[in-house]
């Protein structure tokens, strides 16, 4: 079965809005993100997910990441695809959202 046409127009949703939530029924009925050939596995800022996952927008810095948590996903618009271009990746898109997040250290 193609679910590519439903994870396009939800990753539209996602560069017009920024950042949407996706129910985890939802995903069911469209299929598995790495199915649709759109997503890989991939890693992200530890925020207790499940699993990350990226897809690159051609022609563009641009990538979309797909982040899977135990009721739902999320799916935000990446300002630099990291794959693509690590250092401006971690400037302009890890950095900002580590503000306002306390960091513990274990010793």
């Known amino acids: 079965m193609d679910y590519t046409d439903s994870w396009n127009t ?10 949407i939530r996706i129910s985890k029924e939802y995903v069911s009925n469209i299929g598995d993100p790495v199915e649709s050939g759109l997503f890989l ?5 530890q925020k207790g997910q499940i699993a990350d996952f990226r897809a690159s ?13 135990s009721d739902e996903y999320e799916l935000h618009l990446d300002r ?13 898109d890890y950095l900002p959202s580590m503000r306002g997040r306390r960091i513990i250290r274990r010793r």
């Open 57 to 69: 927008i051609e022609g563009s810095s641009l990538a979309v990441h797909l982040v899977e948590f």
């Open 10 to 19: 939800l990753v539209g949703l996602a560069i017009i809005s920024g950042s």
């Open 41 to 45: 596995r991939s890693i992200g800022m």
């Open 80 to 92: 630099f695809d990291p794959s693509k271009n690590l250092l401006s990746h971690i400037v302009f």
